[in-house]
């Protein structure tokens, strides 16, 4: 196993992928590792649809919004992964939403994705967070049931090229300290 910050500094955004297929069995790590992600009162509202088909590929593809870098990613990686979450479960006791943000599922899904992300990285396998889509569309062709959003698409394979480092900002451009 890799040392964690050398996996977070080395993950990029990965749009153009390799034939090569990822294996099942690496799949399952990486499912192992996000069944451990935190949520909202251990409410695990995530769901993952696990997309091979060629087909149920491209129709996503034409629900990615025009501009977006990661189209062509959609349909080229071997694996693409929607990832949706179940509404009214993530920042809920007793049916009510205490908290001034609400439904919480985003929240729990933007942990899990990033937990995915870095296990992917982890066995050198690239990711990129698809966001930019007609999500209402896309659900359809996955059958989503009601009570559940597609939040994300993400396309999971081998790099077929290497990425340099994007700019970070500075710890002491975003560190504050007691009070903003």
């Known amino acids: 196993m890799s040392d964690i910050m050398e996996v977070i500094k080395e ?18 790590t990486i499912f192992e590792a996000v069944r451990w992600s935190p949520s909202w009162a251990n409410t695990q509202c995530w769901e993952i649809v696990v997309i091979r088909d060629k087909v149920i590929k491209e129709n996503l593809r034409e629900t990615i919004l025009p501009k977006n870098p ?5 349909t080229q990686a ?4 929607a990832v949706c979450g179940k509404l009214n479960s993530s920042g809920f006791y007793n049916n009510e939403a205490p908290t001034k943000f609400k439904d919480w599922f985003m929240f729990d899904l933007g942990i899990f994705t990033q937990t995915l992300c870095l296990a992917a990285q982890d066995l050198g396998i690239g990711t990129v967070v698809v966001g930019l889509l007609d999500h209402d569309k ?3 062709h996955i ?3 009601e009570g559940y959003e597609l939040v994300a698409l993400i396309p999971l394979g081998y790099s077929a090229k290497s990425s340099s480092v994007p700019k970070r900002r500075e710890i002491k451009d975003f560190i504050h300290y007691n009070t903003f």
């Open 11 to 28: 993950r990029r955004s990965i749009r153009t992928y390799d034939v090569k297929d990822v294996s099942d069995e690496k799949l399952n």
């Open 78 to 81: 071997p694996v693409l992964l």
């Open 143 to 145: 059958n989503v049931p």
């Open 138 to 140: 896309a659900k359809k």
């Open 70 to 74: 990661a189209t062509n990613a959609i």
